[in-house]
């Protein structure tokens, strides 16, 4: 019997020919990622290990992107431990300051990760680099720990679900109507430890960008870990980037899979997930007029170069944002932000009175740089609407794609781009 | 080796606890588990730190501990005196970073389902057997993988690793 890409990938990284669903395995990991929320805890648990160094000084990613820049006294000194630690350790992947972007943008566009790769990170957005044909998955800050000791880590081999998505995309739909669609329809746990796997005709109308944000939110459904084959598109980013030797892997035709769910995308609207969970999503424009008071377009999510382009297109249509809502422009990263200060759209943003901040993930996990007060409401191009995620309990995120973001921070109400 | 027996009143939760109703990220700028455990829970049940007593069970029903991998959240359950959580099922980071860090975890639905807030638990995580000693019932959970057992007997990971 054949198998998935995941089963391959995870096989090759233990030197067996096969591994099956369920099975325990310790696969050598390429690449170890924490940040200054979840390294602090994995180089405290690194020290009571007794390991002096690291198993490979090149496979240590260390993001300070989380609380920076630092937002208060604690995350100063946070961050303070974990650049001591990169030095001693002569990490040679440790990004702060004007370095740093938001993880989960940024190793992938420095081809720090490539395909083929199995990556950890203690954090849950790890499930990203799928989207080139890895495997990575998220874990804590002990599995961190142990993986920056040993080089290993340990697994049980998930099941794979297909998502098969077919049909054509209507106006304005993205990724990240795919997913919130997605996660609509098998909720918050519908793919728990498994692994999903996008496949279908139109997989190949999708852009790297789009992928990274269908990748990024399979933990939003429960997963272990979303993938994509790799093919042209792929290889056209990460030929450029990729620092490592890379490998496309993709799965058999008589791969087993727990279950197949065939998408006809020619059904999803651009849509939004209401609070207080990502699986509540329905189409923007059936949603009742909700005023708002703050947009956030940025993040893991939805930071990229693609994603302030078509943001940039609606707002300049809009010309200005609307005087109730505080509208933050979050680049995701260095080389995002340059890209968009060259083609202009800065100039479209501080026209229109939007901030423009440098890269953070600052508000999506409510740390810093655009908190909720109690009663207020965002619509966010990032990835969780859970109870006070991005401030007061009493506060609400609306999660959406970049054009329904920008087309309501026109409007002060959740908006379709179609009004503009 | 003896069982491990634990034993505690229960506080129950439904489906989809999140990481960051377990542990808001306001408070990650400290990784300090006494200063994480005052704020456990704190936007789900306020007063959940005041009720809590030393080896209390928390008890949920679908997806437990879903969201941010935020090991912060076990290690807040941990310190603020929780001895173990049964849920219908975890979120998958969740459950590793529970075996990790030593917080035992059982799954099992039928206990979940007799279950009520405030009953007195007694556990032996070796056999997976559950006394409810109010209702005077009891229920089989899974009992842990041998891997799994032995991390927890370790103390977490890092003690494994370093046996």
Known sequence: MGSTITEKILAAHCGKKGVEPGEFIEPKVDIVLANDVTAPLAVKEFRKSGVKKVFDKNKIALVMDHFTPNKDILSAEHVKFVREFAKEQKIKHYYEGGNVGVEHALLPEKGIVVPGDVIIGADSHTCTYGAIGAFSTGGGSTDVAAAMATGKVWFKVPQSIKFVLKGKLNKWVSGKDIILYIIGLIGVDGALYQAMEFTGEVCKKLTMADRFTIANMAIEAGGKSGIFTPDEITEKYVAKRAERKYKFYASDKDAKYVQTYEIDCSKIQPQVSLPFLPSNAKAAKDIKRTYIDQVVIGSCTNGRIEDLRIAAGIIKKGKKVNPNVRTLIIPATPEVWMQAEKEGLFKIFMNAGCVVSAPTCGPCLGGHMGILAAGEKCVATTNRNFVGRMGHVKSEVILSNPAVAAASAIKGYIATPDEI | ?163
Not at chain 2, 9 to 18: I, L
Not at chain 2, 97 to 126: F, R
Request: proline residues 4%.
């Open chain 2, 1 to 163: 080796m003896s069982d491990m027996i634990l034993k505690g009143k229960v506080h129950k939760y439904g489906s989809n606890v999140n990481t960051d109703e377990i542990i808001p990220a306001r408070y990650l700028n400290s990784s300090d588990p006494a200063v994480l455990a005052k704020y456990c829970m704190e936007d789900i049940d306020k007063d959940f730190v005041k009720r809590v007593e030393k080896d209390d069970i928390i008890v949920a029903e679908n997806n437990f501990g879903c969201g941010s991998s935020r090991e912060h959240a076990p290690i807040a359950i941990k310190a603020a005196g929780i001895s173990a959580v049964i849920a219908n099922s975890f979120a998958r980071i969740f459950f590793r970073n529970a075996i990790n860090i030593g917080l035992p975890i059982l799954e099992c639905p039928e206990a979940v389902k007799a279950i009520n807030s405030g009953d007195d638990l007694e556990i032996n995580l070796n056999q997976g057997i559950i006394k409810n000693l109010t209702k005077k019932e009891e229920y089989k959970a899974q009992p842990f993988p041998e891997f799994m057992q032995k991390i927890i007997k370790a103390g977490g990971l890092l003690g494994y690793i370093k046996k």
